[in-house]
């Protein structure tokens, strides 16, 4: 972990000693102890392993982005996850906590006789305070229901209450690895803060899929966003905004002709003429007439493809131009109903914005005649390219965090290393929850950038 100023370091050893103090010898058994010291140090207020059943219908409304306006580069945070390794240092200390064998779904009302160890594993972590059914109790009740709801809610998962593969496998990363993670994370948040501060910048955080528009230390917008699916990851970035492109052309990456287009091509030829994307030599820049292309046996290195703009356009209506090695960016997009999946790991490496418009309003309005509202829903309503090139660039980093804690209190938040750079999971994530509608159909055109 980060080194902590002596003064700092105090108060932690004090918060510690304090919650233990407070929980030892007061709380019914050694898992209750350990969700009371958690509560006490973070000011939960009982609200993580509260003991009331959740009768009310659930409804998936997706609420996956961060409330605070702290950042993620903040001495506050880096404060809080430092609290949290103590919290998860203090259960290895003390044994870990048992697997949930698989991989069968466990439902509620099931009985099921993995529920002790489901019990067992929620209650060393804070998210089961008492049972009345008690820990051997194989009924799967509404009082377990709520905190694997709760479990699910913190890991980023669909709280459906079901204990499915995605639920099972976050739950059978040990508790050892929870702590090398938070470590790692701590690292991570660490760099970003040891960087020169901005007065702006933005920072995405990939595996949350959600970006952060900061100004003088706050938060000032927060956003979904849809990253690269596992083989095409989106990357660690340091970079500059430099321009906003509105009605921008997409020039597609050799990569997307070749893996993706063509073969779309060679079953639906008439993709091209749809989507508004034309074909030229690469050697001589002349557009061709895609009707003589053979694209059984076409050499993709021998053309490429340029996508109009317009509604249809990968890129959607603005592409936010930041220039770096990866050649990666953040821009639009014409399939608005991603956003509305919880994993949101589908595009060719690039990240796509929700609500766009109002991010790219934001990072102009320090320009000359951008700084009214509005003027970015003139340019659409216009209908013509525009192309703004910032006299104030912007930094932009595109981060790597899959765990951190509040300085507000609140459950550690994990979410799944999409990307397996912590090295932590065991199983990996296996088939989709039966029962969760499948994503979208993804178009060629929506695997773009």
């Not at 079901?162 to 938070?182: H, S, Y």
């Not at 300085?407 to 969760?436: C, K, L, M």
Request: one cysteine or more; a neutral charge.
């Amino acid at each position: 972990m980060r080194s902590l100023s002596p003064g700092l370091k105090r108060r932690a050893c004090a918060a510690v000693a304090l919650a233990l103090s407070a929980t030892v010898g007061a709380t019914q058994g050694a898992h209750a102890a350990e969700g009371d010291f958690w509560n006490s140090i973070q000011g939960f207020g009982g609200t993580l392993a509260s003991t009331e059943r959740r009768t009310e219908p659930v409804v998936d409304k997706l609420e996956d982005l961060r409330p605070s306006k702290v950042p993620y580069r903040s001495e506050e945070m880096l404060t809080a996850i430092d609290g949290a390794y103590a919290y998860y240092q203090k259960i290895v200390s003390s044994g870990g906590w048992p697997s949930v064998p698989g991989p069968r779904m466990i439902r509620p009302g099931d009985d099921d006789p993995r529920v002790p160890a489901l019990r067992k594993r929620l209650a060393k972590e804070g998210y089961l305070r008492t049972s009345s059914s008690g820990f051997d109790s194989y009924s799967y009740d509404g009082e377990l229901e709520s905190a694997v709801r709760r479990f699910q809610e913190s890991h980023g998962l669909r709280p459906s209450g079901r204990v499915d593969r995605p639920t099972l496998d976050e739950l059978n990363i040990t508790a050892e690895g929870r702590l090398k993670q938070l470590q790692l994370n701590a690292s991570r948040l660490q760099e970003l803060n040891n960087m020169r501060p901005e007065e702006r910048y933005i920072l995405v955080n990939v595996p949350a899929f959600q970006l952060e528009a900061v100004e003088r230390y706050e938060v000032q917008l927060r956003h979904r966003v849809i990253v690269g699916r596992n083989e095409r990851e989106t990357p660690n970035v340091k970079a500059t905004v430099r321009a906003l492109n509105f009605f921008p052309y997409w020039r597609v990456p050799d990569s997307i002709g070749k893996l993706d287009l063509v073969p779309r091509l060679r079953k639906e030829p008439d993709y091209l003429e749809k989507e508004k994307i034309r074909v030229f030599s690469a050697q001589t820049a002349q557009e061709m007439d895609t009707r003589s292309i053979d694209w059984s046996h076409v050499d993709p290195s021998k053309i490429k493809f340029k996508q109009d703009p317009g509604p249809q356009n990968a890129l959607g209506l603005v592409r936010i131009d930041m220039i770096n090695e990866h050649g990666v960016y953040m821009h639009d997009t014409p399939m608005k109903k991603l956003f509305e999946q919880r994993s949101r790991n589908f595009s060719a490496g690039c990240v796509r914005v929700q609500d766009v418009f109002q991010l790219a309003e934001w990072i102009a309005r320090m320009e000359a005649g951008w700084d009214q509202p509005g003027r970015v829903e003139q340019i659409l309503q216009s209908g013509q390219a525009v192309d703004l090139t910032l006299t104030r660039p912007m930094p932009v980093y595109f981060a790597y965090i899959t765990a951190w804690a509040e300085p507000s209190g609140g459950p550690v938040q994990f979410r799944p290393d999409i990307y397996n750079r912590d090295g932590v999971n065991q199983n990996g994530h296996g088939e989709a929850d039966p029962h969760e509608a499948p994503p979208v159909p993804i178009p060629t055109q929506a695997l773009a950038p």
